[in-house]
């Protein structure tokens, strides 16, 4: 007897691949254990490739059961938002722009964007979320998001990538320290003191230029504390644990005890750059990416 695949094999391979445990996923599919074991083997056998290695204690995914996974992941996530897309169609939308974003974009570019864009196109909506670099391009390539704002260096060769921003750096100091607009010239004022950074893991071009600030000056910056939040370096800054320096733009949406001082005579800049993937199929990202000048 032949068979073919039919939805229910994808549905139970991405279930164990997510658990990596049999037992779990059947519960969580509310099957019998060895039925969905059953079912495996036979979506092997039509496949005609080895998905998982299994012994007594473990499972995992082959090589060729991790590229099955991405690829469903990709298909199985394209349906949920065709579906979604559908559906705000049909209720008069023009569609959703699904946009990820570093938190110093939400100063600079996106609100304007948002505003030219219910000017020129009202029934777009959005949807955003705040994320590292990584997750940004992870979620671009899985087709989760259609727009990112990140600041990296280079992406993979199916991602496009144009810079839309270029900002200043900013010393971050408590509002009593001695350092004033009049009597800061260069950053190796502070070179003594603690810094709070952005984790290397938040944006490691952002984390690299920090460092290349301060060694370019003749010295290391001695780092106390690492947060992937604006708010929370602000905060230890206040506290009095240390400096941080920022992109000059993230000054502004905070109400705390820190005042922001223009780094002067530096080569470095924030660059802001927006990521998306070319052959995104979304009509609403064309006509975002026109209003870019893209």
């Known amino acids: 007897m032949s068979y073919q695949l039919e939805l229910r094999h994808f549905t139970y ?13 059947a519960d969580r599919l ?23 290695i299994r012994d007594k204690r473990n499972v995992d995914l082959t090589a060729s059961g991790r ?36 938190g110093s974009a939400m ?35 899985r087709d989760q998001l259609d727009l990112g704002f990140v600041r990296l260096a280079r992406v993979s060769k199916e991602l496009k990538m144009k810079t839309i921003f270029k900002d200043t750096f900013s010393l971050v100091l408590p509002e009593d320290h ?16 603690n810094f709070i950074l952005f984790s290397s893991r938040y944006s490691s071009l952002y984390y690299d230029k920090i460092m ?14 690492k947060s992937v939040h604006g708010q929370t370096i602000y905060k230890l800054v206040e506290s009095g644990l ?21 780094i002067p005579k530096i080569p470095q800049k924030a660059v802001l750059s927006v990521i998306w993937k070319e052959n995104n199929r979304n009509p609403a990202l064309q006509q975002l990416l026109n209003l870019m000048n893209i």
């Open 107 to 141: 100063q600079t570019v996106i609100p304007e964007l948002l505003v030219k864009t219910n000017e020129n196109f009202p029934n777009i909506q959005f949807s955003l979320e705040e994320m590292s670099n990584y997750l940004q391009v992870e979620a671009i390539e």
């Open 178 to 193: 001695h350092l004033n607009i009049d009597n800061f010239k260069s950053i190796d004022q502070v070179s003594h003191e």
């Open 13 to 25: 391979f991405l279930a164990v691949a997510e658990e990596l445990h049999f037992r779990k996923a």
């Open 30 to 52: 509310y099957i019998s254990q060895p039925g969905l074991s059953r079912q495996i083997k036979q979506m092997e056998e039509i496949i005609g490739a080895k998905l998982f």
């Open 242 to 262: 240390g400096v941080a320096i920022v992109p000059s733009s993230l000054q502004y949406g905070f109400d705390l005890g820190v005042k922001f001082l223009e």
């Open 67 to 102: 590229y099955l996974k991405k690829e469903l992941d990709y298909i199985f996530n394209h349906i949920d938002f065709t579906i979604k897309q559908t559906r705000l169609i049909d209720q008069g939308s023009d569609g959703e722009v699904r946009i990820g974003f570093l």
């Open 212 to 225: 290349s600030i301060c060694e370019d000056k003749g010295f290391t910056p001695k780092v106390s504390h």
